[in-house]
Protein backbone atom coordinates (compact mmCIF):
# COMPACT_ATOMS: atom_id res chain seq x y z
CA UNK A 1 0.00 0.00 0.00
CA UNK A 2 1.26 3.37 -1.16
CA UNK A 3 0.79 6.36 1.08
CA UNK A 4 0.37 9.38 -1.24
CA UNK A 5 1.90 11.72 0.81
CA UNK A 6 1.49 15.03 -0.17
CA UNK A 7 4.01 16.11 1.95
CA UNK A 8 6.67 14.64 -0.40
CA UNK A 9 4.78 15.89 -3.42
CA UNK A 10 4.02 19.56 -2.97
CA UNK A 11 7.80 20.09 -1.45
CA UNK A 12 8.57 19.02 -4.96
CA UNK A 13 6.31 21.21 -6.49
CA UNK A 14 7.94 23.83 -4.56
CA UNK A 15 11.32 23.25 -5.22
CA UNK A 16 10.47 23.67 -8.68
CA UNK A 17 8.79 26.69 -7.98
CA UNK A 18 11.68 28.28 -5.79
CA UNK A 19 14.45 27.59 -8.18
CA UNK A 20 12.23 29.50 -10.85
CA UNK A 21 11.65 32.70 -8.23
CA UNK A 22 15.41 32.32 -6.96
CA UNK A 23 16.47 33.14 -11.17
CA UNK A 24 14.00 35.62 -11.30
CA UNK A 25 15.28 37.57 -8.28
CA UNK A 26 19.02 36.92 -9.59
CA UNK A 27 18.09 38.63 -12.79
CA UNK A 28 16.45 41.45 -10.99
CA UNK A 29 12.98 40.90 -11.84
CA UNK A 30 10.32 40.96 -9.88
CA UNK A 31 8.31 37.46 -8.66
CA UNK A 32 4.92 36.37 -8.97
CA UNK A 33 2.43 37.75 -6.50
CA UNK A 34 -0.53 36.47 -4.86
CA UNK A 35 -3.28 38.65 -3.41
CA UNK A 36 -6.09 37.30 -0.62
CA UNK A 37 -9.32 38.55 0.66
CA UNK A 38 -9.96 37.03 3.69
CA UNK A 39 -13.45 37.93 4.91
CA UNK A 40 -14.82 37.51 8.43
CA UNK A 41 -13.36 35.06 11.12
CA UNK A 42 -14.12 31.70 9.85
CA UNK A 43 -11.64 29.42 11.64
CA UNK A 44 -10.72 27.10 8.66
CA UNK A 45 -10.66 30.02 6.33
CA UNK A 46 -8.01 32.09 8.53
CA UNK A 47 -6.33 28.49 8.98
CA UNK A 48 -5.71 27.99 4.99
CA UNK A 49 -5.13 31.59 4.03
CA UNK A 50 -2.63 31.89 6.61
CA UNK A 51 -0.94 29.14 5.08
CA UNK A 52 -1.56 30.06 1.74
CA UNK A 53 0.45 32.86 2.45
CA UNK A 54 3.14 31.27 4.36
CA UNK A 55 3.21 28.95 1.12
CA UNK A 56 4.13 31.84 -1.06
CA UNK A 57 6.85 33.40 1.56
CA UNK A 58 8.47 29.96 1.24
CA UNK A 59 8.23 29.86 -2.50
CA UNK A 60 9.59 33.06 -2.98
CA UNK A 61 6.37 34.88 -4.14
CA UNK A 62 4.97 37.95 -3.14
CA UNK A 63 1.83 38.05 -1.37
CA UNK A 64 -0.95 40.30 0.37
CA UNK A 65 -3.82 39.82 2.38
CA UNK A 66 -6.66 41.95 3.00
CA UNK A 67 -9.04 41.11 5.39
CA UNK A 68 -12.43 42.84 5.56
CA UNK A 69 -15.05 42.38 8.67
CA UNK A 70 -18.16 40.12 8.26
CA UNK A 71 -20.10 42.99 7.83
CA UNK A 72 -18.31 44.57 4.60
CA UNK A 73 -20.26 45.60 1.80
CA UNK A 74 -20.46 43.63 -1.57
CA UNK A 75 -19.94 47.02 -3.34
CA UNK A 76 -16.54 47.40 -1.15
CA UNK A 77 -15.23 44.14 -1.62
CA UNK A 78 -15.81 45.07 -5.47
CA UNK A 79 -14.46 47.94 -4.95
CA UNK A 80 -11.01 46.16 -3.61
CA UNK A 81 -11.08 43.56 -6.61
CA UNK A 82 -11.22 46.42 -9.17
CA UNK A 83 -8.24 48.06 -7.40
CA UNK A 84 -6.73 44.73 -7.42
CA UNK A 85 -7.44 43.60 -11.23
CA UNK A 86 -5.55 46.89 -12.20
CA UNK A 87 -2.46 46.35 -10.18
CA UNK A 88 0.49 45.37 -12.62
CA UNK A 89 1.89 44.07 -9.56
CA UNK A 90 -0.42 41.68 -8.40
CA UNK A 91 -0.94 38.39 -10.67
CA UNK A 92 -3.08 36.49 -8.81
CA UNK A 93 -6.08 37.47 -6.79
CA UNK A 94 -7.85 34.76 -4.63
CA UNK A 95 -10.95 35.67 -2.75
CA UNK A 96 -11.26 32.92 0.08
CA UNK A 97 -14.78 31.58 -0.01
CA UNK A 98 -17.67 31.06 1.84
CA UNK A 99 -18.22 34.73 1.92
CA UNK A 100 -21.01 36.15 4.14
CA UNK A 101 -24.69 35.61 2.78
CA UNK A 102 -25.19 38.89 2.38
CA UNK A 103 -22.43 38.72 -0.48
CA UNK A 104 -23.17 36.83 -3.91
CA UNK A 105 -20.31 34.19 -4.76
CA UNK A 106 -21.20 34.38 -8.51
CA UNK A 107 -20.74 38.52 -8.06
CA UNK A 108 -17.78 38.31 -6.34
CA UNK A 109 -15.71 35.51 -8.33
CA UNK A 110 -17.23 37.07 -12.13
CA UNK A 111 -15.16 40.26 -10.89
CA UNK A 112 -12.04 39.32 -10.66
CA UNK A 113 -10.15 39.23 -14.46
CA UNK A 114 -10.18 35.87 -15.50
CA UNK A 115 -6.59 36.32 -16.04
CA UNK A 116 -5.80 36.94 -12.54
CA UNK A 117 -8.60 34.33 -11.41
CA UNK A 118 -5.88 31.48 -9.63
CA UNK A 119 -8.46 30.17 -8.00
CA UNK A 120 -10.14 28.89 -11.56
CA UNK A 121 -13.61 29.66 -10.35
CA UNK A 122 -14.33 32.42 -12.89
CA UNK A 123 -17.14 31.32 -15.71
CA UNK A 124 -14.94 32.16 -18.32
CA UNK A 125 -11.88 29.98 -16.87
CA UNK A 126 -14.66 26.88 -16.40
CA UNK A 127 -15.73 27.18 -19.77
CA UNK A 128 -11.95 27.32 -21.27
CA UNK A 129 -11.41 24.55 -18.90
CA UNK A 130 -14.63 22.29 -20.22
CA UNK A 131 -13.68 22.78 -24.09
CA UNK A 132 -10.09 21.92 -23.36
CA UNK A 133 -8.40 25.17 -23.50
CA UNK A 134 -6.10 26.66 -21.96
CA UNK A 135 -7.49 28.10 -18.83
CA UNK A 136 -6.66 27.77 -14.73
CA UNK A 137 -7.40 24.67 -13.22
CA UNK A 138 -9.04 25.39 -9.75
CA UNK A 139 -6.16 24.60 -7.11
CA UNK A 140 -7.94 21.06 -5.92
CA UNK A 141 -8.48 19.53 -8.62
CA UNK A 142 -5.11 20.66 -10.41
CA UNK A 143 -3.41 19.56 -6.79
CA UNK A 144 -4.71 16.15 -7.61
CA UNK A 145 -4.04 15.60 -10.84
CA UNK A 146 -0.02 17.25 -9.66
CA UNK A 147 -0.34 14.47 -7.23
CA UNK A 148 -1.38 11.64 -9.72
CA UNK A 149 1.85 13.13 -11.93
CA UNK A 150 4.30 12.89 -8.82
CA UNK A 151 3.21 9.20 -8.11
CA UNK A 152 3.02 7.81 -11.48
CA UNK A 153 -0.59 6.82 -11.36
CA UNK A 154 -2.39 5.72 -14.47
CA UNK A 155 -5.61 7.11 -15.62
CA UNK A 156 -5.75 6.39 -19.11
CA UNK A 157 -8.61 3.89 -19.78
CA UNK A 158 -9.12 3.66 -15.65
CA UNK A 159 -12.44 3.78 -13.93
CA UNK A 160 -13.24 7.02 -12.05
CA UNK A 161 -15.49 7.62 -9.68
CA UNK A 162 -15.98 11.34 -7.94
CA UNK A 163 -18.09 11.82 -5.66
CA UNK A 164 -19.49 14.76 -5.77
CA UNK A 165 -20.24 18.01 -7.54
CA UNK A 166 -19.38 21.57 -6.24
CA UNK A 167 -17.75 23.81 -8.89
CA UNK A 168 -14.79 23.80 -6.44
CA UNK A 169 -14.06 20.32 -6.58
CA UNK A 170 -16.43 17.62 -8.13
CA UNK A 171 -17.10 19.16 -11.42
CA UNK A 172 -13.67 20.78 -12.72
CA UNK A 173 -12.31 16.85 -11.31
CA UNK A 174 -14.69 15.00 -13.20
CA UNK A 175 -14.29 16.62 -16.32
CA UNK A 176 -10.35 16.69 -15.98
CA UNK A 177 -10.33 12.96 -15.51
CA UNK A 178 -12.07 12.71 -18.49
CA UNK A 179 -10.25 15.47 -20.82
CA UNK A 180 -7.24 14.02 -23.05
CA UNK A 181 -4.15 14.46 -21.30
CA UNK A 182 -1.82 12.75 -19.45
CA UNK A 183 -3.59 12.29 -15.76
CA UNK A 184 -7.11 12.06 -17.83
CA UNK A 185 -8.35 9.85 -20.28
CA UNK A 186 -10.31 7.85 -17.44
CA UNK A 187 -13.96 6.71 -18.01
CA UNK A 188 -15.54 8.78 -15.56
CA UNK A 189 -18.77 8.45 -12.86
CA UNK A 190 -20.08 11.71 -11.01
CA UNK A 191 -21.93 11.01 -8.08
CA UNK A 192 -23.88 13.48 -5.82
CA UNK A 193 -26.35 13.15 -3.24
CA UNK A 194 -29.20 12.19 -5.62
CA UNK A 195 -27.09 9.39 -6.51
CA UNK A 196 -29.18 5.91 -4.79
CA UNK A 197 -26.78 4.66 -2.56
CA UNK A 198 -27.48 1.13 -3.95
CA UNK A 199 -26.00 2.74 -7.31
CA UNK A 200 -23.20 4.99 -5.47
CA UNK A 201 -21.68 1.47 -4.40
CA UNK A 202 -21.78 -0.38 -7.22
CA UNK A 203 -20.17 2.59 -8.61
CA UNK A 204 -17.62 2.60 -6.23
CA UNK A 205 -16.96 -0.80 -6.05
CA UNK A 206 -15.88 -0.45 -9.90
CA UNK A 207 -13.77 2.59 -9.33
CA UNK A 208 -9.93 2.44 -10.08
CA UNK A 209 -9.82 5.80 -8.74
CA UNK A 210 -11.61 6.81 -6.23
CA UNK A 211 -11.88 10.50 -5.72
CA UNK A 212 -14.30 11.85 -2.58
CA UNK A 213 -15.16 15.33 -2.32
CA UNK A 214 -18.52 15.43 -0.01
CA UNK A 215 -17.41 17.11 3.12
CA UNK A 216 -18.76 13.96 5.10
CA UNK A 217 -15.99 12.47 7.49
CA UNK A 218 -15.32 8.75 6.79
CA UNK A 219 -18.29 8.56 4.39
CA UNK A 220 -16.13 5.85 2.48
CA UNK A 221 -16.04 2.28 3.91
CA UNK A 222 -14.38 -0.96 3.20
CA UNK A 223 -17.47 -2.12 1.28
CA UNK A 224 -17.33 0.54 -1.26
CA UNK A 225 -13.46 0.00 -1.96
CA UNK A 226 -12.27 -2.17 -5.41
CA UNK A 227 -8.96 -4.36 -4.30
CA UNK A 228 -5.76 -2.31 -5.42
CA UNK A 229 -8.20 1.22 -6.36
CA UNK A 230 -6.32 4.65 -5.85
CA UNK A 231 -8.07 6.88 -3.11
CA UNK A 232 -7.78 10.43 -3.00
CA UNK A 233 -9.46 11.86 -0.46
CA UNK A 234 -10.19 15.49 -0.94
CA UNK A 235 -12.75 15.83 2.87
CA UNK A 236 -10.75 18.45 5.30
CA UNK A 237 -14.19 18.42 8.45
CA UNK A 238 -13.43 19.77 11.44
CA UNK A 239 -14.39 17.39 13.73
CA UNK A 240 -15.28 18.57 18.07
CA UNK A 241 -12.90 16.37 19.88
CA UNK A 242 -12.35 17.91 23.56
CA UNK A 243 -9.25 15.44 24.03
CA UNK A 244 -7.53 17.27 21.36
CA UNK A 245 -5.57 20.55 22.05
CA UNK A 246 -7.15 22.61 19.70
CA UNK A 247 -10.50 20.88 20.78
CA UNK A 248 -11.32 19.41 17.27
CA UNK A 249 -9.92 17.08 14.74
CA UNK A 250 -9.32 16.87 11.04
CA UNK A 251 -11.49 14.07 9.30
CA UNK A 252 -11.42 12.91 5.98
CA UNK A 253 -13.93 11.61 3.65
CA UNK A 254 -12.34 8.29 3.91
CA UNK A 255 -12.10 5.98 6.32
CA UNK A 256 -8.26 5.30 6.22
CA UNK A 257 -7.89 2.39 8.56
CA UNK A 258 -10.47 0.28 6.29
CA UNK A 259 -8.95 1.91 3.17
CA UNK A 260 -5.61 1.19 3.49
CA UNK A 261 -6.61 -2.61 3.99
CA UNK A 262 -7.70 -2.43 0.62
CA UNK A 263 -6.36 -0.16 -1.34
CA UNK A 264 -3.13 0.47 -3.67
CA UNK A 265 -2.85 3.89 -2.78
CA UNK A 266 -4.46 6.24 -0.45
CA UNK A 267 -4.00 10.21 0.67
CA UNK A 268 -3.80 10.81 4.28
CA UNK A 269 -6.00 13.04 5.95
CA UNK A 270 -4.11 15.79 7.05
CA UNK A 271 -1.16 15.70 4.72
CA UNK A 272 -2.52 14.81 1.88
CA UNK A 273 -4.67 16.94 -0.87
CA UNK A 274 -4.70 19.96 1.75
CA UNK A 275 -0.87 20.42 1.13
CA UNK A 276 -1.43 19.74 -3.25
CA UNK A 277 -3.94 22.65 -3.32
CA UNK A 278 -1.60 24.84 -1.78
CA UNK A 279 0.67 23.87 -4.76
CA UNK A 280 -1.87 24.13 -7.59
CA UNK A 281 -2.53 27.97 -6.05
CA UNK A 282 1.12 28.16 -6.41
CA UNK A 283 1.15 26.98 -9.97
CA UNK A 284 -1.59 29.15 -11.08
CA UNK A 285 0.06 32.00 -9.25
CA UNK A 286 3.48 31.20 -11.24
CA UNK A 287 1.67 30.93 -14.52
CA UNK A 288 -0.40 34.01 -14.38
CA UNK A 289 3.02 35.98 -13.78
CA UNK A 290 3.98 34.55 -16.86
CA UNK A 291 0.81 35.68 -18.72
CA UNK A 292 0.63 31.70 -19.78
CA UNK A 293 -3.42 32.31 -20.02
CA UNK A 294 -4.14 35.44 -21.47
CA UNK A 295 -7.94 35.94 -22.87
CA UNK A 296 -9.46 39.70 -23.54
N1 LIG B 1 -12.78 27.50 0.12
C1 LIG B 1 -12.60 26.16 0.11
N2 LIG B 1 -11.72 25.80 -0.85
C2 LIG B 1 -11.34 26.95 -1.47
C3 LIG B 1 -10.45 27.23 -2.53
O1 LIG B 1 -9.82 26.36 -3.15
N3 LIG B 1 -10.33 28.54 -2.87
C4 LIG B 1 -11.02 29.52 -2.23
N4 LIG B 1 -10.84 30.78 -2.64
N5 LIG B 1 -11.86 29.29 -1.24
C5 LIG B 1 -12.01 28.00 -0.85
Keep these: MLV ?54 ETGFGSSLYRFEETVSEQELLAKIEELNKDKNVDGILVQLPLPKHIDDAKVIEAIHPNKDVDGFHPSNVGRLVQGLNSFIPATPYGVLLMLEYFNIPTKGKNAVVIGRSNI ?12 HPQGN ?64 IKGDVNYEQAITKASAVTPVPGGVGLMTIAGLLMNTMKAYEGKFYHN
Design 169 to 180: VGRPMSVLLSAD
Design 186 to 249: ATVTCCHRYTPKEDLIAACKNADILVVAVGIPEFVTADMIKPGAVIIDVGITRVEDATAKKGFR
Design 4 to 57: LDGKIASAAVKASLLEQTTALKAAGKRTPHLAAILVGNNGASETYVASKVKNCE
